[in-house]
């Protein structure tokens, strides 16, 4: 079975600020990954994904996310935090069996930029 | 182009009563999922269904159902309501069910309260 665990419940940074946040993954078999964002009473917008290819994939918003097949991780990060990131951040794990196309989610974090 | 819409986007109901949710794709999209979001946590997915046939479903009990129509939008219905289906639900598209490395685009949502 696959799961996502998310690091971090809240997180906290500074305006300009790196951001890093923590995802880790189970999964037998390669799989596909995302990073969504959703703002206050909204639903959910794709930020990036990975499914096969180049491991740094490049999102929208200027956040990017690396895929790590042997630690099993795919933090998103960005260089210089903006007002407007703060947001809740889900990453969420995709395993193709051939039919199908659930996504398994963590639990979030909840990013807050601070001046 | 049109997002996937949802409605109606707030219901208040009373343990026991019945629900119907509704969901439109974005145009050409024959895949809809449906997803529980409980205040707290990540989406739980509770059903696929692709070209009016349901392709999966996750762990909810049978008052839980689902259909999708010839235009591809989709009923969820909940039925004898409990306190706990108090949730925001997230309906989700996607070109196809095959692959595995299509995006889901998510709707706005319909947030149920059961009183």
């Known amino acids: 079975a696959q799961s996502v665990t998310q690091l971090g419940s809240h997180v906290s940074v500074s305006e300009g600020a790196l951001v890093l946040l923590r995802c880790n993954y189970s999964s037998s078999v390669p799989p596909y990954l995302f990073w969504y964002v959703q703002y206050p009473n909204q639903g959910l917008q794709l930020l990036l994904k990975y ?59 909840q990013l807050k930029v601070e001046l | 182009d049109a997002g996937v ?8 109901k009373t343990r026991g009563q019945h629900v119907t949710l509704r969901c439109s794709p974005i145009s050409g999209h024959k895949s809809v999922s449906w997803y529980q979001q409980v205040l707290g946590q990540g989406p739980q997915f509770i059903f696929q269904y692709y070209e009016k ?3 999966g479903r996750g762990n909810f009990p049978d008052r839980f159902s689902a259909r999708q129509f010839p235009n591809y939008s989709s009923e969820l219905n909940v039925n004898a309501l409990l306190l706990g289906d108090s949730a925001l639900y997230l309906c989700a598209s996607s070109l196809e069910v095959a692959g595995g490395r299509e995006t889901q685009y998510f709707g706005p949502g319909t947030r149920l309260l059961v009183l």
């Not at chain 1, 790590?68 to 951040?89: Q, V």
């Not at chain 2, 819409?5 to 208040?12: E, F, M, N, R, V």
């Open chain 1, 51 to 109: 499914t096969t290819g180049a491991t740094l994939v490049k999102g929208i918003n200027g956040f990017e996310a690396e895929f790590k097949k042997s630690e099993t991780s795919f933090h998103l990060t960005k260089p210089s935090a903006h007002m407007s990131d703060a947001a809740e951040y889900f990453c969420a794990v995709r395993h193709f069996t051939g039919g199908g196309n659930k996504l398994t989610f963590g639990t979030g974090t």
């Open chain 2, 5 to 12: 819409t949802q409605s109606p986007t707030h219901l208040i």
């Open chain 2, 53 to 55: 046939e349901e392709r």
